[in-house]
């Protein structure tokens, strides 16, 4: 079982900034694809950006350009820098880590979820 604990939620006005963080409590991070979903009010979960063990990412459109994934596998976390924020960035955004291990089996495992509000 692996713990994700983020922080870094909050209020912030359009075109403002945020940092979202999440720990992870597994001694294998750096084998996990660690990735942002988020979901806000009446929407589904949504893939924001991911990060494989390789460093490389992927984001869904509505975000390239002004949100960056990043990794840092000596201390286990993994962050999500947003600038240039809107009112429709406004979601609970979830840390998630997920692998296959050498037989196909998938291992998944969520955050609590972290409050972001774009508004002025």
């Known amino acids: 079982q692996v713990q994700l604990v983020e922080s870094g939620g909050g209020l912030v006005q359009p075109g403002g900034s945020l940092r979202l963080s999440c720990a992870a409590s597994?001694?294998?991070?750096?084998?996990?694809?660690m990735g942002w979903y988020r979901q806000a009010p009446g929407k589904q979960r949504e893939l924001v950006a991911a990060?494989?063990?390789?460093?490389?990412?992927n984001y869904v459109d509505s975000v390239k350009g002004r949100f960056t994934i990043s990794r840092d596998n000596a201390k286990k976390t993994v962050a999500l820098q947003m600038n240039s924020l809107k009112p429709e960035d406004t979601a609970v955004y979830y840390c998630?880590?997920?692998?296959?291990?050498?037989?196909?089996?998938?291992?998944?495992?969520w955050g609590q979820g972290t409050q972001g509000t774009v508004s002025s």
């Open positions: 990060i494989r063990s390789g460093g490389s990412t």
């Open positions: 998630n880590a997920n692998r296959l291990d050498t037989v196909g089996r998938k291992y998944n495992y």
């Open positions: 597994t001694s294998i991070f750096s084998i996990y694809v």
